[in-house]
T-cell receptor, first 111, second 114 residues
Framework: EDQVTQSPEALRLQEGESSSLNCSYTVSGLRGLFWYRQDPGKGPEFLFTLYSAGEEKEKERLKATLTKKESFLHITAPKPEDSATYLCAVGVSGGSYIPTFGRGTSLIVHP | DAGVIQSPRHEVTEMGQEVTLRCKPI?????LFWYRQTMMRGLELLIYFNNNVPIDDSGMPEDRFSAKMPNASFSTLKIQPSEPRDSAVYFC????????????FGDGTRLSIL
């Protein structure tokens, strides 16, 4: 069965303290790995799609990378407004069309 | 572009009442999804449609839940009768065709069954 695991479950950082969130997956035939940001009371907001190992994408203080087994979301010099839950999901070839979501990492950045 | 629009944003009702949640997907999107999110179980897929046709409803928890998509711009999720354990945030999402296409979510309906 396809599995998507995110770690850590929760992360507290001081403003400016860089760190990384992990999304590991055990799926075959990866078609896309998606990162989302979810703010309290809001729906998940799409951030990035990564398609193949070695690919990287950046947006402001966020950088997503992909290997054959995991993806990292690097947060450089975070600010309090980066506080949110970050979800990853994977889409695969064959089988169910539906991307499989991880449980998310709750990030809090203290000023 | 207008995103996915859900209504109502909040719903509080008593056990046994019928609840109807509404969703307007992004224009031109081929797929529509209904999810439920709780602290215990995370984001769970309930049902999804392709071109207004239900494709997989295996995530619908019980016969009390039903979903329809009468046209490309509107879908409903109905719970009848409602129970306290149905309390959750319900999200609608839409996407274009393709396994590499991201889903775009509405802001959800927070449902409380008393």
């Amino acid at each position: 069965e396809d599995q998507v695991t995110q770690s850590p479950e929760a992360l507290r950082l001081q403003e400016g303290e860089s760190s990384s969130l992990n999304c590991s997956y055990t799926v075959s035939g990866l078609r896309g790995l998606f990162w989302y940001r979810q703010d309290p009371g809001k729906g998940p907001e799409f951030l990035f799609t990564l398609y193949s190992a070695g690919e990287e994408k950046e947006k402001e203080r966020l950088k997503a990378t992909l290997t054959k087994k995991e993806s990292f979301l690097h947060i450089t010099a975070p600010k309090p407004e980066d506080s949110a839950t970050y979800l990853c999901a994977v889409g695969v070839s064959g089988g169910s069309y539906i991307p499989t979501f991880g449980r998310g990492t709750s990030l809090i950045v203290h000023p | 572009d207008a995103g996915v629009i859900q209504s109502p944003r909040h719903e509080v009702t008593e056990m046994g009442q019928e609840v109807t949640l509404r969703c307007k997907p992004i224009s031109g999107h081929d797929y529509l999804f209904w999810y439920r999110q709780t602290m215990m179980r995370g984001l769970e897929l309930l049902i999804y449609f392709n071109n207004n046709v239900p494709i997989d409803d295996s995530g619908m928890p019980e016969d009390r839940f039903s979903a329809k998509m009468p046209n490309a711009s509107f879908s409903t999720l109905k719970i009848q009768p409602s129970e306290p354990r149905d309390s959750a945030v319900y999200f609608c999402a839409s996407s274009l065709l393709g396994r590499d296409q991201p889903q775009h979510f509405g802001d959800g309906t927070r449902l409380s069954i008393l």
